[in-house]
């Protein structure tokens, strides 16, 4: 089946820096892609929508200059967490939507904020 | 706006057992309803899904049932096993084919 693999699965760094995480879709082409947020013991919160050649679309209370979203390829998204503080540390998990209009996940990234 | 309850866990049972779920939605429409499973250490994977009402969905033994009057869309399995212990998501399709999600239940399985 389709797959989706997310890169790194999971990184530390130190507050005040930038952290990449990268989202492929390795047999498909994704038009769109989505960036989840998930807190432990709760629910994934949808941060925003990559489209392919375009800007992404944030959801309401997501800073959009804090998580820098790139969707440059029909099968690579980007989210880079700017100037990175503990407050960031979470699970962070991409789909992509394929040309059935499944949508697939990946395996998420975990990022630790020291 | 749309929200998905579904119960909080965890849901400890021993193999063989009947399982529930319970996952009620709010939503303006009929929005698609989904299950997703989340092993250990992976990523999400669709279980089963609806798309209108009275639709049910299933998969690998477990069913579930849109119903449009209660507004739910619980999820069960006449049998479990071990290997079904991970973390179950119900959730809805918005527009744009956004999924809003349930806080998700863990289940436990013993042998």
């Known amino acids: 089946g389709a797959v989706v693999s997310q890169h790194p699965s999971w990184v530390i760094c130190k507050s005040g820096t930038s952290v990449k995480i990268e989202c492929r879709s390795l047999d498909f082409q994704a038009t769109t892609m989505f960036w989840y947020r998930q807190f432990p013991k709760q629910s994934l919160m949808l941060m925003a929508t990559?489209?392919?050649?375009?800007?992404?679309?944030?959801e309401q209370g997501v800073e959009k200059d804090k998580f820098l979203i790139n969707h440059a390829s029909l099968t690579l998204s980007t989210l880079t967490v700017t100037s990175a503080h503990p407050e960031d540390s979470s699970f962070y998990i991409c789909s992509a939507t394929a040309e059935t209009g499944e949508l697939f996940f990946g395996e998420g990234s975990r990022l630790t904020v020291l | 706006g749309n929200s998905v309850t579904q119960m909080e866990g965890p849901v400890t049972l021993s193999e063989e057992a009947f399982l529930t779920i319970n996952c009620t939605y709010t939503?303006?429409?009929?929005?698609?309803l989904f299950w997703y499973v989340q092993y250990p250490g992976e990523g999400l994977q669709l279980l089963l899904k609806?798309?209108?009402?009275?639709d049910k969905g299933s998969n690998k033994g477990f069913e579930a049932t849109y119903r449009k009057e209660t507004t739910s869309f619980h999820l069960e399995k006449g049998s479990v096993q071990v290997s079904d212990s991970a973390v179950y998501f119900c959730?809805?399709?918005?527009?744009?084919?956004?999924?809003?999600f349930g806080a998700g239940t863990i289940l436990r399985v013993k042998s």
């Open positions: 939503a303006t429409g009929y929005p698609s």
């Open positions: 959730a809805l399709r918005e527009y744009g084919n956004k999924l809003v």
């Open positions: 990559s489209n392919e050649g375009s800007k992404a679309t944030y």
């Open positions: 609806a798309t209108k009402a009275d």
